[in-house]
Structure formats: C-alpha cells, structure tokens
C-alpha cells in the first residue's frame, strides 16, 4: 500500500473525501495533563488534521490534554492501568486496537516501552519522541531499538542519550519544537507589564521545577545587561513539584 493517502480517480462516483481514506496515525501519550511535551503533540495533531491523515490520541489517564483534545474534534482513547498485571494486559489491549483501526504508525510521545512492543506485535510502524534529558535505563535503550525512527528535541538531547550506546545515535533525527507564533505578541506583553516599548523583552517559558534549569537563565542576566542594558527578563510558567 502506498504511503499517502488514497485519493479516486472515478470521477463518475464524484469527489470523495480525502478524510475518508485518510492514513490513521496513532499518538501515545501516557500523561493525560498537559505539560510542554503536551502542547506540542497537540499543534501537531491539529494541523495534521486536514492534511490527509486522521490522528488517533491514546493516553493512560485523564485530565486536562484530554479535555483540549476533546474540545478540538480530536479522536481520544483513555487506557485505564491497574497493578503490574494490567501493565502487561495494556500492551495486548494496545495492540489488539492497533489491529482494529488499522493504525499505520504509532508515535510515542514519550518513549513508553508498553507502546513500542504493542505497535511492534501489531506490525505498525514505531516513531518514538525524546523531549526530555534525563538518566536512561536499559528499557528506554531498547524502545529506541525497537523503533524505525526517534526524534529528539535538540541535538543535545540526542547525544546524550546515545552516550551509553553509540549505535543509537543514528536512530534519532533532530526536529525542534514549533512555536505557533500567532499566539504572541511582544507589544500587548509590553503593555500589560508596563514596560517602554524599546525595551527587549527576553522570556522563558516552563515548568516552574528544578529540572527545567531556570537558573542558567537567571545566571545569565548579568551579562546580557552589559551588552543589552534595556533588556527585560520574563519567566513564565506554572509551579512543579510542590515541595520544591
């Protein structure tokens, strides 16, 4: 079967929609609250809506992502999880539905192993998505091989998880995250914070959580100021960890 999406050539029949013969994609995304990783799949499956592919979102629990994606006509599947039983049931419910909605590729937001070996027992094609820097462990190792491709947010991110396994490196290609820059603007932002229009307005966005390592940001200012003295430094984001 060809890799794009089927389109008639009957013109007797009348234009058919291209929806209907749309490849299915599946996106797995254990959380089901919105974080940075979150907003990004998100754009995502907006914009592949009308692009000839249908988007299929699974998650592991509810909350917030699954209220957007609900709100946004977005097709979502919440898989409940129990004790250590229901973790090896998830991988055969996955794949059984998988198999259902024939699902032509399966991309993990996350490098969720319970995913990966359910899309490879369901013969899907496997994209896991590395958003994150953190210590690795054998079993984030063997998603990777398990894989057909991962994408890293940053070269950094790549490299450092290959670190342990030089032959993992080739796995990844780097795609950074896109930014939808319509849904800002620098002068309302100005204006809302009293700021003068001629100032430089530097920002960082995230969760506000030891791990996001807000404070290069703020070891920075200094000399940013010496070179730049009309810059202003924003940090925008919601708390962590609350003990933090």
């Excluded at 974080?35 to 909350?63: D, F, K």
């Excluded at 999880?81 to 419910?93: A, K």
Aim: aromatic share 8%.
């Amino acid at each position: 079967m060809p890799n794009r999406p089927f389109r008639s050539t009957d013109r007797s029949s009348g234009r058919r929609s291209i929806a209907e013969h749309a490849i299915n994609i599946c996106y797995v995304s254990p959380p089901g609250t919105i974080g940075g990783g979150e907003v990004s799949l998100l754009h995502l499956v907006a914009n592949l809506s009308q692009s000839g592919y249908r988007p299929i979102v699974i998650t592991y629990g509810t909350g917030d992502l699954v209220d957007r994606l609900q709100e946004n006509g977005i097709e979502v599947h919440t898989f409940e999880r129990g004790g250590r039983l229901s973790e090896l049931t998830l991988i055969y419910r996955l794949a059984a539905f998988f198999r259902r909605r024939r699902i032509r590729m399966v991309h993990v937001n996350m490098l969720d192993i319970r995913a990966g070996l359910a899309a490879r027992l369901a013969s899907c094609k496997l994209v896991g998505h590395l958003r994150v820097i953190f210590p690795t462990t054998w079993v984030d190792r063997l998603f990777v091989h398990l894989s057909h491709r991962c994408i890293a947010v940053s070269e950094a991110a790549r490299k450092i998880f290959a670190s342990d396994d030089k032959s993992l490196y080739h796995k990844f290609v780097v795609i950074p995250n896109g930014v939808h820059l319509g849904s800002f603007s620098a002068a309302d932002l100005k204006g809302e914070l009293g700021l003068p229009p001629q100032s430089v307005l530097i920002g960082a966005v995230g969760r506000l959580d030891p791990f996001k390592g807000f404070e290069h940001f703020i070891g920075a200012v200094p000399s940013i100021l010496v070179k730049i003295p009309e810059a202003r430094f924003l940090i925008v984001g919601r708390p962590g960890n609350e003990h933090e």
